[in-house]
């Protein structure tokens, strides 16, 4: 089975990887301020700024007409934006907080999240042992197993995790100088996601584009020094974070 699944195997170190980085962002919401706290914000932030033109219509329309020009025939407009001066406190993410049954709902979820994702950190090398151990559960003694010349124990040393240590395996014939593609492209994409979750909890813009372009080898998914290939959307971090978790 190892031999079946060397290729599989080699995904071990960047699955590990993005494991522990999607643990860090799953720890980021027991932070101050918490990530729900900061994501749940957002809608009085978008008030706040809705309500801060609405305040200061008078001195946007202005710039807008000195750039573009003064329309030929003046609208209406809308009384209600001019009515509508109402002092607002600014809202910061320390001070809004959700209700305390979702805080507790959300801890849970992150909690139980979290311990699943330890479970599956060695997925990839612990999934030859968990299939023998089934076949050898549901078999009989070992003693009467086919070691490859006759019915006995096995006794060939059983051989390491990845492609790498296939090069004596008697059961499997492997050409180790030819890595399966699919999984290296697989590679390729759990380290490009990995750096994208490290680059949104830095708090840096992150280049969301389509995992062919990520196939292609073109780049590494990211904006350097904050900028993107022209044509390429930019993505917040917490956009990508809230892709994971709702």
Do not use: F, H
């Given at each position: 089975?190892?031999?079946?699944l060397a290729n599989q195997a080699d995904l071990d170190p960047v699955w590990q990887e993005l494991i522990d980085t999607m643990i860090m962002v799953a720890s980021s919401f027991?932070?101050?301020?918490?990530?729900d706290v900061v994501l749940s914000s957002i809608p009085a932030r978008i008030y706040e700024a809705v309500h801060f033109l609405q305040e200061n219509m008078d001195t946007f329309s202005a710039k807008v007409y000195q750039t573009c020009g003064t329309p030929s025939e003046p609208g209406t407009g809308s009384p209600a934006l001019h009515e509508q001066k109402r002092k607002s406190g600014?809202?910061?993410a320390l001070e809004y907080k959700p209700s305390p049954t979702a805080g507790l709902r959300l801890e849970m979820q992150v909690s139980d999240l979290s311990s699943k994702l330890r479970e599956m950190r060695q997925y990839?090398?612990?999934?030859?042992?968990?299939?023998c151990s089934k076949v050898a559960a549901a078999g009989s003694s070992q003693d009467k197993c086919w070691n490859g010349m006759s019915k006995a124990r096995y006794l060939p040393e059983v051989m390491g995790d990845g492609l790498a240590n296939q090069i004596n395996n008697p059961e499997v014939e492997l050409d180790i100088t030819k890595p399966d593609m699919n999984i290296?492209?697989?590679?390729?994409?759990l380290k490009i996601m990995s750096n994208r979750l490290k680059n949104a909890l830095d708090g840096n813009d992150v280049d969301f584009q389509d995992a062919s372009d990520d196939i292609s080898g073109s780049g590494s998914g990211m904006c350097v020094g904050g900028q993107c290939p022209r044509g390429r959307p930019r993505l917040y971090a917490y956009s990508l974070i809230v892709q994971f978790f709702f």
């Open positions: 089975m190892k031999g079946c027991s932070a101050e301020p918490s990530l600014s809202l910061t990839w090398v612990q999934l030859p042992v968990a299939l290296r492209q697989q590679i390729m994409q």
